[in-house]
């Protein structure tokens, strides 16, 4: 019975409650220990981003993988992976890495502020204790063992019979500016989501580009950005060039490529020619064009059953065969009459036929073009049902099913060189292959915070060699019966064994004579 009474009688445990709650949350938010993890799955969420084709890089390979596996891309969309950079997840790392970091700067600045101001600590008593101890032998003065040791950089204290002096205040200096330089990334990055913009645009030869909204094929422009924010240029791709690698081992391998273009940096402005490769981007004003992809664009010109050209010009194909650039090719003929048109095709940019009569591309230049005929299909596309299509998707799957197969199978015709034709069953059309352009890929991007991000890094790489270079040490000396005893010590771990030769030099210094002081 004294017992259940003892324990009714006993001090339950204080509830935290609400504010106790968010004094722990912050707490724990802004500890060293939870600022390291969150830079670390920093690190670690954005590989995605360069293992899985990004939208606003490569969206052809999106498509790709849209087109061979649709439910691995559709997994893939759910989880944010085509959009690493803009994905739900990243952001909510990004803001609690952000406020980790505010937390641990305001604080570290504080500390460090009261220890510039700070003075050194009396020498200890008996200084032999200590790591490193010396005994120095003549007269020497407390004023002039302070004066050599100033002359040494050392910040000094004094008092009766003895001197203190402290070095290496800039580790921590370069401590707290690495934690700055990171908030001043974040800030630079942020900057630039909100007032920057990037697009990506596929330009075949012989056609322009104006830097307007609805020239993009994909346009991400920040919270703070108006269509009247792009920069007024433009330019035309007069010609695209491809080598390759043609013997050995790394046969087809691409050397460089180049896309010739004619830019007018605003309409006023008068044409100037620039060669735009891999890593030299077109810069207008801080607007930077990257050369990012390129492919093969087959020109066809398509005759209805009426004898009308219903389509003409060169059509984009998708790189399904990256050593070869053997590509898929889809053209949608929906002015066609009687019926409309459309056509499942395959590049070959090199065309070699094989032993069982097939024919592959050996090489990636367009040395022997031809294109096969895979299918051709007459009825409505869906084209005008109001509904997106992808380019390189002919239909989606119901409407296939409604389509009437022209050519499929063993009815394919060889394939056709350039200049050549073939007339579809049923007299309702004639398709014929007239020439080869090439297309390029670009991104568009323009970043306020690009600068501000090369300086921020530029800083945390300073301080980072700051910290690691510099070690922060105590000098001490006591003056008594004629004799001086020295003794030292380091407050970095790790740093006692390279502090030794600098301890023999600090004792040399105080047992010189007047002449030999540095």
Known sequence: MAIDELRTQAPRPAKLGPVGWLRWFWRTLTSMKTALILLFLFALASIPGSLVPQRSVEPDKVALI????????????????????????????????????????????????????????????????????????GSLEVEEAARRLRKLRFRVATGPGWVSAEKGYLRE???????????????????????????????????????????????????????????????????????????????????????????????????????????????????????????????FKVTDGK???????????????KATLTSGCVIKVPDAQPTQLGFLLTFLPTSVQLGDGSHVSAFPGAARPEVKILGAFSGDLGVRSGKPQSVYELAPPEVMKKLTPLVMGSKAPPPLAVGASFDLPGGVGKIEFTGVKEWMTLQIAHDPGRMPALLASALATVALVLSLMIRRRRVFVRIKDGAADVGGLTRTEGSAAGFADEFADIVKVLSAGEKDVR
């Open 307 to 321: 004898g009308q050209v219903a389509f003409e010009g060169p059509v984009p194909c998708l790189i399904e065969q």
């Open 66 to 137: 849209y087109q061979n596996d649709p439910a691995l891309a559709e997994w893939y969309d759910r989880l944010h992976l085509f959009d690493v950079f803009t994905a739900p997840w990243f952001a909510a790392i990004y803001l609690l890495l952000f406020a980790s970091l505010i937390g641990c700067v305001i604080p570290r600045t504080t500390t460090y502020l009261k220890e510039l101001r700070r003075k050194p600590p009396t020498a200890p008593k008996n200084l032999s204790r200590l790591p490193h101890h010396a005994v120095v032998e």
């Open 173 to 299: 200096t370069g401590n707290l500016l690495f934690h700055v330089a990171l908030l001043g990334l974040l800030v630079a990055v942020g900057i630039g989501s909100l007032y920057g913009y990037r697009g990506n645009v596929l330009v075949v030869e012989g056609d322009g580009f104006a830097n307007t909204v609805a020239a993009y094929d994909r346009y991400m422009p920040g919270n703070r950005v108006s269509a009247e924010s792009l920069e007024p240029f433009s330019f035309t791709l007069k010609d695209f060039q491809a080598s390759y690698q043609v013997a050995g081992a790394k046969r087809g391998q691409e050397l460089d490529y180049t896309a010739r273009l004619s830019v007018q940096d605003s309409p006023a402005a008068p044409a100037r020619d620039y060669d735009l490769k891999v890593n030299e981007p077109l810069d207008v004003n801080g607007t930077l064009t990257y050369l990012i992809g390129h492919g093969y664009a087959p020109v």
